[in-house]
């Protein structure tokens, strides 16, 4: 009977332990922090990580990173997680996304959680440019993450082989043009095996570096409250009338569009001598390529200019308050300058915080890939990417009205003319 007696209060003491345990467990605080992957590498590994490692000074906080595609992707899933009332915590959002995020009222302002002088340090620590593109309406919507201007990749062998300096870049267009033209190479049949330069201008990405090639002739395409458009600046035009040119005219580029998704590729398999591409593909070029390369801020027709991209870190503001307390707990973690500097060696990105690059870890990287740097010191002539209200809608307009240009279907003229009406369009509600 005691026997009998003891194993009662033996199991009951063990159901009840279990349900302590179970209940601990239950009380942690859930962050669902979706993310996309934009460049190449095992990212989601680091990500991982990350996460393991927050915990780990977190135990009370769970964070369950969701791989959620392209950043287009990451954003259509975060939309419609939030409208069923079932929000990720936390989302690495395009930068560009603010003005749709905000009028959807899905995101709520970081600095409603950011109370503490150390917090307000925090603020202060990121470089002014990629704060801007973060704050409307005297609000920080959202802390920069992974963040990149656009520059040029160039195969140094390619250009020795040409008789070019492998040490210098082109710097102009019209340098770009020449450069191009000496590194074509054909087979015996006239087929064009190795192209001069590759601009991406597929949907997703014709918008951004379009953006750069209008700021190098002096132009912006929108202004900075989102509500207007100016496709139809000739200077615009002009920008667009020479991209379409590499192809038509000079026969450096890829007829048609060249794909963002191959680009990286296309250089490796040095099937295109110059690309145009994200700071954040260096650690995947610098991996896999089996030639010399060089990273050169982008060249200038009046100056030299690029733009600026990557995406951000947004609270939802459907998630319940504790969750979002921890989620901004997550995104200093992820934001300090320590994981930051990792993340530009891992992936390539810019880290957008100064203190980061005066991690041991990010000058002993410069110090061994010097290209590393020259992102860092191109945001100073870079401008901020396409953004406006309805930016779905409005960056389809300009994005349809690149790839019937690069197309032939239209005029740069033309196409550009038909992009500005149906931006105005869309705008009209949000003009004061």
Do not use: C
């Amino acid at each position: 009977m005691k026997s009998a007696t003891r194993r009662t209060v033996l199991a009951a003491a063990a159901a009840f332990a279990a349900a302590i345990t179970a209940g601990a467990a239950q009380a942690k605080t859930q962050v669902m922090f979706y993310y996309p992957i934009q460049v190449g590498g095992p990212l989601t590994q680091v990500i991982d990580g990350y996460v393991a490692k927050f915990k780990a000074a977190n135990p009370d906080i769970e964070v369950q990173p969701v791989y959620s595609g392209n950043y287009i992707d990451t954003t259509t899933k975060s939309l419609t997680a939030a409208k069923s009332g079932k929000p990720p915590t936390v989302a690495v959002l395009l930068a560009t996304d603010i003005f749709t995020l905000i009028d959807e009222d899905v995101v709520q302002p970081i600095d409603d959680f950011a109370k503490t002088p150390e917090d307000k340090a925090w603020i202060a620590g990121f470089m002014p440019a990629f704060l801007k593109s973060a704050q409307v309406d005297g609000h920080l919507w959202a802390a920069p993450f992974q963040r990149s201007t656009a520059v040029l990749y160039y195969n140094k062998k390619a250009f020795a082989e040409a008789g070019l300096d492998p040490h210098k870049p082109p710097t102009t267009w019209d340098d770009m043009v020449k450069a191009g033209k000496a590194v074509l190479k054909k087979d015996d049949a006239g087929k064009t095996t190795r192209w001069g330069v590759g601009i991406p201008g597929n949907v997703g990405s014709a918008q951004w570096l379009f953006g750069a090639l209008a700021a190098q002739n002096g132009a912006r395409l929108m202004n900075d409250a989102g509500t207007e458009a100016y496709l139809t600046d000739p200077k615009v035009v002009e920008a667009l009338q020479f991209w379409v040119d590499l192809s038509k005219v000079h026969g450096i580029h890829p007829p048609g569009i060249q794909e963002w998704g191959t680009t990286p590729a296309d250089f490796l398999e040095q099937r295109i001598a110059m690309v145009w591409t994200t700071t954040g593909n260096l650690t995947n070029i610098g991996k896999n390529a089996t030639f010399d390369f060089g990273l050169a801020p982008y060249p200038g027709k009046v100056s030299p200019a690029s733009v600026l991209g990557g995406g951000n870190l947004y609270i939802f503001s459907g998630a319940p308050q504790a969750e979002k307390e921890a989620g901004f707990k997550f995104i200093k973690f992820l934001t300090s300058d320590e994981t930051l500097a990792d993340w530009a060696i891992q992936t390539g990105y810019v880290a957008p915080r100064d203190g980061a690059w005066e991690q041991p870890s990010l000058k002993a990287y410069v110090a061994k890939t010097p290209a590393a740097e020259v992102a860092k010191k191109q945001i100073a002539v870079s401008v901020p990417e396409f953004s406006t209200h309805e930016n779905n809608r409005t960056t389809k307009a300009l994005n349809d009205a690149l790839a019937a240009a690069l197309t032939g279907a239209k005029t740069p003229a033309q196409a550009l003319a038909d992009g500005q009406a149906e931006i105005d369009r869309i705008l009209k509600p949000y003009k004061k």
